[in-house]
């Protein structure tokens, strides 16, 4: 099994990317996992006559890429999420590339805890923005 950091490990404005490009069946099987059949993320006629004027992600999908770089790269497997706040302030689009940063800002060593800055974007702009809350392992 791969590990990740160890709270010892971590720095703060240590930082992270993750890249990823949201493809309809992303979108697809999210709906079907989650059961959020909307049609404003499934069904181009009726995304077309809302103010996206195209299907979007679902919100929610874009923010699973921060806890896919907070469990895969910083601090990775074996920490535990424990909080998230999430701003959801643009939509993405299906074939938009969604850059994934997540940056350290705070640590609580009594607690091994770790607080992150989590951003996603898309050409530029920020889409979804928060902060999580880590436990970490202690080192072996």
């Known amino acids: 099994m791969t590990s990740g950091f160890t709270f010892e490990e971590l720095s703060i404005d240590q930082s992270v990317e993750y890249r990823k490009t949201v493809t309809e069946s992303d979108v697809q099987a999210f709906a079907e996992v989650t059961g959020d059949t909307n049609p404003v993320h499934l069904d181009a006629n009726y995304a077309a006559s809302t103010s996206f004027g195209q299907p979007i992600a679902h919100g929610m999908l874009t923010a699973g890429f ?75």
């Open 66 to 140: 921060i806890s896919a770089a907070i469990g895969t790269k910083l601090p990775g497997p074996g920490c535990i999420y424990l909080e998230q706040s999430l701003k959801f302030r643009s939509p993405v689009y299906i074939g938009q590339e969604v850059i994934t940063t997540v940056t350290v800002t705070d640590l609580n060593e009594r607690r091994r805890r770790a607080t992150l800055k989590t951003i996603c974007e898309c050409d530029g702009k920020v889409v979804v923005s928060g902060e999580a809350t880590i436990m970490l392992p202690a080192k072996a």
